[in-house]
């Protein structure tokens, strides 16, 4: 059974057009759950280097509230390398 089987994935609104909704770049490989830092609205959800938010590291509410939602309170985001996000379930 996938950990994403009937798990709607965070999503938000292009800041450059309202009308367009952004799904977090999040999936499952090798029993693990990723959010790919790399893709190309990942800036909306996660940001290793910071660019566009003052040099800080930056991880959206969106997809902390969804992994707490869906994996219990004690779940969260860890860096695995600068362009990708493993879900830790603790």
């Known amino acids: 059974?996938?950990?994403?089987?009937?798990?709607?994935?965070?999503t938000t609104v292009c800041a450059l057009d309202e009308k367009t909704v952004i799904e977090?770049?999040?999936?499952?490989?090798?029993?693990h759950i990723y959010c790919n830092?790399?893709?190309?609205?990942?800036?909306?959800?996660c940001d290793y280097w910071g660019e566009c938010r003052g040099n800080i590291s930056y991880v959206s509410e969106q997809i902390e509230e969804?992994?707490?939602?869906?994996?219990g309170d004690s779940a969260y985001w860890e860096w695995e390398n600068p362009g990708l996000l493993v879900l830790v379930i603790d």
């Not at 977090?24 to 029993?31: C, Q």
């Open 1 to 10: 059974m996938s950990l994403l089987e009937n798990k709607a994935l965070p």
């Open 24 to 31: 977090a770049p999040i999936y499952e490989k090798d029993g």
């Open 37 to 45: 830092g790399e893709h190309e609205n990942s800036s909306y959800f």
């Open 66 to 71: 969804w992994a707490k939602e869906h994996f």
